[in-house]
């Protein structure tokens, strides 16, 4: 789309009391489309700097994303989707989960180059949150490094002087940060890492009024700011080339882990069917088996019943092998008394129990007959019918030990303390990723008591 300047409406659809409100989502839609032009006409990468940025921009409505609230528009630049997968686990790690829960936006995790519009002005320029830990904490260590600061210098350098940076409520113009030491450098840093400021920014402030008085030449002058931004991105950022924290080999450990665990769970679920394997290579081998199974092969070992000797009782017939016997070969008699039998009366409520049929009546004639009546805790079915065995739970005690993957602990501190879970990750920084029921989470190894059976 081709930018082709701001509106009234355009700083407008961003007033207060339009935030909250969905009303106005296609006026937001519309300035977020002039801003993705811009961006496209302002975007210029010189060789080698950067060459897998992506393209992104905040929601225009209120979502969780922006706490239901769209107080500013963002269309920015970052790393790409393949980059941001490897330091998934770092920036979790390095956020508590109520942080990730109230601030889950994706611009809030790397450093950007960006565009952001609100009612009042337009802000151009280079901008990192204070929960992109890991490009922060890059970018100090370049700054306590000799040939690392030199070279993010001679890009500081070439920058114009009417960036400004901002940390907090300070506005440093461009004479004043360009005479910054090293130690300078990383002090602003730091206020940003402990939380002092949400933001750092090095950029270019646009008044409304000046804004909607450009043409479209000064929007053009705008793209020399935006080619030395884009180098001093590449060299403060995380990346591979620019490693300063030796998250690779951390990464290439965590990667190990995680396969180790896969083969485990594979091994596990595969394990029933192995067995199952082997027990039918048993019945096929019939010569290759151990000794005689008590309970599956003694009915194939046994020989015929003998026959009963003198003075032996023959043994009743099972009732399968007792020949059956039709009604109608019956003596006629025995037929006559069976009918009787059918229709005879069943005894009454009284001849069954007291004289007034009451339940106490049947209970007393029941005691002084010497009947025995079913107790409380009896089954139903009477005193020698088999209960159902109860499966009993397993009981987890605490243990002293070495937490690997697959023990079962119980966490000590978090939303999640005094719960157990099964360790199925370990890092190398002393952290677990331990499975709470279905729900994982990160935690420290020092905050885990290891369980056994009781």
């Given at each position: 789309m081709k930018f082709e300047g701001f509106t009234e409406a355009d700083f407008d659809a961003y007033a207060e009391n339009k935030w909250r409100s969905n009303r106005f989502n296609l006026e937001r839609m519309r300035t977020r489309e002039k801003l993705v032009g811009l961006q496209e006409q302002l975007q210029s990468t010189p060789d080698g700097a950067c060459p897998s940025l992506e393209s992104g921009w905040s929601h225009d409505h209120p979502t969780v994303f922006n706490n239901k609230q769209v107080s500013s528009q963002w269309c920015y630049r970052l790393r790409d989707e393949e980059s941001r997968k490897l330091l998934t686990g770092s920036l979790s790690r390095s956020s508590s989960m109520k942080d990730q829960v109230e601030d889950p936006a994706l611009h809030h995790l790397h450093a950007l180059l960006g565009l952001e519009i609100n009612q009042t002005e337009l802000r151009m320029g280079l901008s990192v949150h204070q929960n992109a830990s890991v490009d922060l904490e890059n970018w100090?260590?370049?700054?306590?490094?000799?040939?690392?600061?030199?070279?993010?210098?001679?890009?500081?350098?070439?920058?114009?002087?009417?960036?400004?940076?901002?940390?907090?409520?300070?506005?440093?113009?461009?004479?004043?940060?360009?005479?910054?030491?090293?130690?300078?450098?990383?002090?602003?840093?730091?206020?940003?890492?402990?939380?002092?400021?949400?933001?750092?920014h090095m950029a270019r402030w646009i008044s409304r009024e000046e804004a909607l008085s450009w043409e479209s030449s000064e929007w053009e002058k705008l793209r020399d700011s935006m080619t030395p931004l884009t180098s001093l991105l590449h060299q403060l950022q995380w990346s591979e080339e620019h490693d300063r924290l030796d998250l690779q080999s951390a990464l290439a450990e965590e990667k190990a882990a995680r396969q180790a665990a896969k083969e485990a769970a594979e091994l596990?679920?595969?394990?029933?069917?192995?067995?199952?394997?082997?027990?039918?290579?048993?019945?096929?081998?019939?010569?290759?088996?151990?000794?005689?199974?008590?309970?599956?092969?003694?009915?194939?070992?046994?020989?015929?019943?003998?026959?009963?000797?003198?003075?032996?009782?023959?043994?009743?017939?099972?009732?399968?092998?007792?020949?059956?016997?039709?009604?109608?070969?019956?003596?006629?008699?025995?037929?006559?008394?069976?009918?009787?039998?059918?229709?005879?009366?069943?005894?009454?409520?009284?001849?069954?129990?007291?004289?007034?049929?009451?339940?106490?009546?049947?209970?007393?004639?029941?005691?002084?007959?010497?009947?025995?009546?079913?107790?409380?805790?009896?089954?139903?079915?009477?005193?020698?019918?088999?209960?159902?065995?109860?499966?009993?739970?397993?009981?987890?005690?605490?243990?002293?030990?070495?937490?690997?993957?697959?023990?079962?602990?119980?966490?000590?501190?978090?939303?999640?303390?005094?719960?157990?879970?099964?360790?199925?990750?370990?890092?190398?920084?002393?952290?677990?990723?331990?499975?709470?029921?279905?729900?994982?989470?990160?935690?420290?190894?020092?905050?885990?008591?290891?369980?056994?059976?009781?």
């Open positions: 100090k260590k370049a700054c306590g490094d000799e040939k690392g600061f030199s070279a993010l210098k001679s890009i500081i350098e070439e920058l114009p002087d009417s960036l400004e940076i901002a940390v907090g409520d300070e506005r440093f113009d461009g004479p004043t940060w360009k005479a910054w030491t090293a130690e300078d450098w990383a002090n602003k840093i730091a206020q940003v890492q402990d939380g002092k400021s949400p933001w750092i596990a679920k595969n394990a029933p069917a192995e067995k199952a394997v082997k027990a039918d290579d048993k019945e096929e081998n019939p010569g290759q088996r151990g000794p005689v199974s008590v309970l599956g092969d003694w009915r194939k070992t046994r020989g015929p019943r003998p026959s009963p000797g003198e003075g032996e009782k023959p043994q009743k017939p099972s009732r399968g092998d007792r020949p059956r016997e039709n009604r109608r070969d019956r003596p006629q008699e025995n037929r006559r008394d069976e009918g009787s039998r059918r229709h005879h009366k069943k005894p009454t409520r009284e001849g069954r129990g007291g004289p007034n049929g009451k339940r106490g009546d049947r209970q007393d004639s029941r005691r002084h007959s010497g009947g025995k009546s079913r107790g409380r805790d009896e089954p139903r079915g009477g005193r020698n019918s088999k209960r159902q065995p109860r499966r009993e739970e397993k009981k987890w005690v605490e243990a002293t030990g070495v937490v690997s993957v697959g023990s079962r602990v119980r966490l000590k501190e978090g939303l999640l303390a005094g719960r157990d879970g099964e360790v199925v990750e370990l890092s190398s920084k002393g952290e677990a990723k331990v499975l709470v029921g279905q729900f994982p989470t990160r935690v420290s190894v020092k905050t885990l008591t290891l369980l056994q059976e009781g």
